[in-house]
């Protein structure tokens, strides 16, 4: 009465299987009878389920208004019938951000911002529905969050208002402005008022004076640092005081200090120490180019060389030493100007334009010009200038 397969059922098989079962005597055949059977197969969970790709990449802007379209789907098939064969899908870790439905579509609960994160490792796991012992598969999304220009640049910590020394130079660097944005976008300062008195570096946001600044004298100066779409202002009152007697002060010091320089000294050549009573440090405030080529040390006040010279592109700067204070928004300083003159070096050799091939008639007459020779010197003034002579051959 045992009842056997005939053929393994292969790939294709029916879920159920019916038939009539005839019991006969072996005696006497008419006596028989007949019961029904019915067969129920099921499925062994022998694969695991398989996504599609090993990992997955993709990009999401910040900000992105909800509710959106999934930012990804992804597929994992299993090849065993039934419930084996059923996936559903759940997430490691989902950040709190991150849904994923029963087709494998990824939405967002909430707006991604670069500025807290900006990309995210989620491992998504498809497992199928065999109670007993379930199979799993593995796969990894690599989420980046892209900046969007949503954030105003903030200027760092600005004073509501500055007191300052007066200042005999136009052109000083009086104090520094700073500014950050949280996209990292590029940023530049502006000076709304005021501007026929002080201007801003728009990269720098250094803060200097387009007069001499006088005692008692107030100013209200607004500023701006915009990023090109954001922007944030601000309002600082400058305030032009006579410092107490005990800030800096250069009283041992000429007001104009003249100095001179060959245009051959190595970097590192000090041309003078600068000495203040007072100063917390000491600065080059009026520079233009003068800061590239010259090097202040604010401790010692030591003035240094700190690229080579060239008397052929500049011959004479011009400096302002000051000796600074600071307590808080005030600032007390003293001046002093200096003038540098850049001596000349006879430093490079004549050089002839190319070598002179002449055919000359025997004929010619004493002292005719057979021919025209050309040498340069690119030394300036009497180093440039160039006598010839025939030194042999003749």
Same mark, same amino acid.
């Given at each position: 009465g045992n009842i056997y397969l005939d053929t393994p059922l292969g790939s294709n098989y029916k879920t159920s299987y019916q038939f009539i079962l005839v019991a006969t005597d072996i005696q006497n055949s008419s006596l028989t009878d007949q019961t029904l059977v019915n067969v129920y197969t099921y499925s062994d969970n022998d694969h695991h389920p398989s996504f599609s790709m090993l990992e997955y990449h993709v990009n999401v802007t910040e900000g992105l208004p909800l509710p959106a379209n999934p930012i990804l789907t992804v597929t994992a098939v299993d090849n065993d019938n039934g419930a084996n064969g059923d996936v559903t899908y759940s997430f490691n870790n989902s950040f709190g951000i991150f849904t994923i439905s029963s087709n494998g579509d990824i939405n967002l609960l909430e707006a991604l911002d670069y500025e807290e994160t900006i990309s995210y490792d989620l491992i998504v796991y498809a497992t199928d529905a065999t109670p007993a012992h379930p199979r799993t598969a593995i796969t990894r999304i690599f989420v980046s969050v892209i900046n969007e220009n949503d954030n105003p640049p903030n200027f760092i910590? %600005? %004073?509501?208002? +500055?007191?300052?020394?007066?200042?005999?130079? +136009?052109?000083?660097?009086?104090?520094?402005?700073? *500014?950050t944005d949280p996209d990292n976008s590029s940023f530049s300062f502006t000076l709304l008022s005021q501007t026929n008195k002080f201007k801003i570096d728009s990269e720098s946001g250094i803060v200097s004076n387009k007069i001499i600044l006088e005692n008692g004298t107030f100013n209200s100066l607004n500023f701006r640092v915009?990023?090109? /779409?954001?922007?944030?202002? +601000? &309002? /600082?009152?400058?305030?032009? *005081? &006579?410092? %107490?007697?005990?800030?800096? #002060?250069? !009283?041992? !010091? #000429?007001?104009?200090? !003249?100095?001179? +320089?060959? !245009?051959?000294?190595?970097?590192?050549?000090?041309?003078?120490?600068?000495? *203040? /009573?007072? %100063?917390?440090k000491y600065n080059l405030v009026c520079c233009g180019t003068a800061f590239s080529v010259f090097e202040l040390d604010q401790t010692t006040g030591i003035l240094s060389l700190q690229s080579l010279l060239d008397f052929e592109t500049d011959t004479f700067y011009e400096l302002v030493v000051e000796g600074r204070e600071e307590d808080g928004n005030t600032i007390y300083s003293d001046y002093v100007k200096v003038e540098i003159e850049v001596k000349n070096v006879n430093e490079f050799t004549p050089v002839f334009s190319g070598d002179v091939e002449v055919s000359v008639n025997e004929n010619i007459g004493e002292e005719k010009i057979i021919t025209d020779v050309t040498a340069t010197d690119d030394d300036s003034g009497s180093y440039g200038s160039i006598t010839y002579s025939i030194i042999d051959g003749n």
């Open positions: 910590n %600005p %004073p509501s208002s +500055i007191t300052l020394s007066p200042v005999p130079y +136009i052109g000083v660097n009086l104090f520094l402005l700073r *500014a915009s990023d090109g /779409i954001n922007e944030e202002e +601000i &309002t /600082i009152l400058v305030t032009v *005081a &006579t410092p %107490p007697s005990d800030t800096p #002060s250069f !009283e041992d !010091e #000429s007001e104009i200090v !003249e100095l001179s +320089i060959s !245009e051959g000294e190595e970097v590192g050549y000090t041309l003078r120490t600068f000495t *203040a /009573i007072n %100063p917390s």
